[in-house]
């Protein structure tokens, strides 16, 4: 894992970068922060206006840097004029980001809400490794990891790589909790062999969605972290409808880490 990014804007303090910091220490990583900005072009605009605004977003995200413990990491800070994932798309393409690392809404998002419409549209639009981290949550070393799916099918073993990295790094126990829900196939009961390897148990549940599964087996797991795949109809499902999710479609007190496994 070489390059973590964190999207400051989505998080008005600097608690999760100072969680990106804590987990970056473990892997050596690069540490990227980015805000994004809108001016758009039209006819008789100043032509220093998004400088102007990209040195102000800068200067903001210099305040949150100096705020927070770098444990000597280089943190290095970019900006971009134009949508969040576009952004995120721009820089990926640039450096080879490993891992997003966010909040799940912004502070100014209502309270029910799990993910606010900034960072669901980050999980829906992207495919890169994302990592949720709850508000308030502090940096620790991930012991036992429960990844919950509704098919065993992967098509590319390095969606795995973030997942298989945290196990090398940290020795963590994955155990596996496969949900059957209504209309399942055999197919998806077929666990991908790269899945099967790393894991330390596997469940195998019947229930209406995989949230639910989860729901029911997570005091059983006692997970510090919760994984799950991203897919156009899986375990979010509810994004590819709108790009907010209700805390009562589903929520988790630990981080969770999404891995994609649609097409690049």
Known sequence: MKNILVPIGISNSGETLQYAIDFAVE???????????SVPSKAGTLANVSEKVAQNNKDQLLDVVNK??????????????GSIV???KDIDRELGIDLIIMAPRSNDIQEEKYLGFTSGKIVKQTNIATLIVPKGTNFKPFKRILTAFKSGVLKRKRILNPLITIQSKFRSKINLLLVKTPGYSDEDLQINSALMDISSQ?????????????????QS????????????????????????????????????LILSVKKD
């Open 68 to 81: 927070i413990d770098a444990k000597g990491i280089d943190i290095k800070i970019a900006t971009f004029n």
């Open 221 to 256: 797991n006692q997970p510090d972290l919760l994984c799950v795949f991203r897919r156009k109809r899986g375990f979010f499902k509810k994004l590819w409808e709108k790009s907010t999710i209700l805390k009562s479609e589903f929520s988790a007190p630990i981080p969770v």
């Open 27 to 37: 892997f050596a990583a690069n540490v990227y922060i980015m805000d994004v900005f």
């Open 86 to 88: 576009d952004g995120l």
């Open 202 to 218: 596997l469940t195998i549940s019947e229930n209406a969605t995989t949230y639910l599964g989860v729901t029911e087996h997570f």
